[in-house]
């Protein structure tokens, strides 16, 4: 396994007036819009070819937002402190509030059919998108602990989820969100986690420095990349391609790794 550091630190910026505080979480839609929520109580539509943030791609939450992710169709879902919006086309077009647990994370299926939610009591509950609606009917599923990330595949088959009780689960979608495999390994809360292209893969992170590269259909086989940050926790991951993954830590680091299976 080699990692590659860009020792010059180049990069390019994005222009304008961007958040004003800590951003949370942060996604790439179809229409290659770079989609952020942060602290300041917004969630963001920025074009990644004009690299320019802009005033009129900005949607004001009423509450803060903590997690974001997006599907076909232009629908994008924000979870925020005790509620869960459903966006599409950058309007706000659905709320669920009044809530009876805390929502920390949320997963809207590829084909836009079905959003997962996964609360603090470690609860995925899972609502149909019916036209610019979430329906609840009841469905649940149990990760080990209090949630802390999730993502569907991206063909859509498994939903994999983080929890801190140092556990990833990955159901499987079309045996009714039955139990594919439990993965073990991280000494510590598992913080974030990224699906390969390859759909065979997913990366997780966790306040222990480390990450771990799965299999899902073999829980034993697995890469582990110990101290991938030696001074702060892993804070994001990103694929590239099948073999190329890159990292993220509050230690303002960006590292690169090629994977070898």
């Given at each position: 396994?080699?990692?590659?550091?860009?020792?010059?630190?180049?990069?390019?910026?994005?222009?304008?007036?961007?958040?004003?505080?800590?951003?949370?979480?942060?996604?790439?839609?179809?229409?290659?819009?770079?989609?952020?929520?942060?602290?300041?109580?917004?969630?963001?539509?920025?074009?990644?070819?004009?690299?320019?943030?802009?005033?009129?791609?900005?949607?004001?939450?009423?509450?803060?937002?903590?997690?974001?992710?997006?599907?076909?169709?232009?629908?994008?879902?924000?979870?925020?402190?005790?509620?869960?919006?459903?966006?599409?086309?950058?309007?706000?077009?659905?709320?669920?509030?009044?809530?009876?647990?805390?929502?920390?994370?949320?997963?809207?299926?590829?084909?836009?059919?079905?959003?997962?939610?996964?609360?603090?009591?470690?609860?995925?509950?899972?609502?149909?998108?019916?036209?610019?609606?979430?329906?609840?009917?009841?469905?649940?599923?149990?990760?080990?602990?209090?949630?802390?990330?999730?993502?569907?595949?991206?063909?859509?088959?498994?939903?994999?989820?983080?929890?801190?009780?140092?556990?990833?689960?990955?159901?499987?979608?079309?045996?009714?969100?039955?139990?594919?495999?439990?993965?073990?390994?991280?000494?510590?809360?598992?913080v974030t986690l990224a699906w390969s292209p390859d759909n065979e893969h997913f990366a997780s992170g966790g306040m222990d420095m480390m990450v771990y590269?799965?299999?899902?259909?073999?829980?034993?086989?697995?890469?582990?990349?110990?101290?991938?940050?030696?001074?702060?926790?892993?804070?994001?991951?990103?694929?590239?391609?099948?073999?190329?993954?890159?990292?993220?830590?509050?230690?303002?680091?960006?590292?690169?790794?090629?994977?070898?299976?």
């Open positions: 396994m080699k990692t590659h550091i860009k020792q010059t630190g180049e990069n390019d910026c994005f222009s304008g007036k961007g958040h004003i505080n800590l951003v949370t979480k942060m996604v790439v839609d179809e229409a290659d819009q770079l989609v952020t929520c942060s602290m300041d109580d917004t969630v963001r539509f920025t074009s990644m070819t004009k690299k320019e943030y802009s005033a009129s791609n900005l949607v004001k939450m009423d509450i803060q937002p903590k997690h974001v992710s997006v599907a076909t169709g232009g629908l994008a879902l924000a979870v925020c402190i005790g509620q869960v919006v459903l966006l599409k086309d950058q309007k706000k077009v659905f709320t669920l509030d009044s809530l009876d647990y805390e929502p920390e994370a949320g997963a809207i299926h590829p084909g836009g059919s079905t959003v997962a939610v996964g609360g603090a009591d470690g609860k995925v509950r899972l609502y149909s998108v019916q036209g610019n609606t979430l329906k609840d009917e009841g469905k649940s599923v149990e990760a080990k602990g209090p949630v802390t990330d999730m993502a569907y595949s991206k063909d859509g088959a498994y939903l994999a989820v983080t929890d801190e009780k140092k556990v990833v689960t990955v159901f499987t979608v079309a045996d009714d969100y039955s139990v594919k495999n439990d993965f073990y390994g991280h000494h510590a809360k598992v590269v799965w299999t899902v259909n073999d829980a034993d086989k697995r890469l582990k990349i110990p101290d991938a940050h030696r001074l702060h926790h892993v804070s994001g991951l990103a694929w590239l391609d099948a073999h190329t993954l890159v990292t993220t830590s509050h230690d303002a680091s960006i590292k690169q790794w090629t994977l070898k299976f």
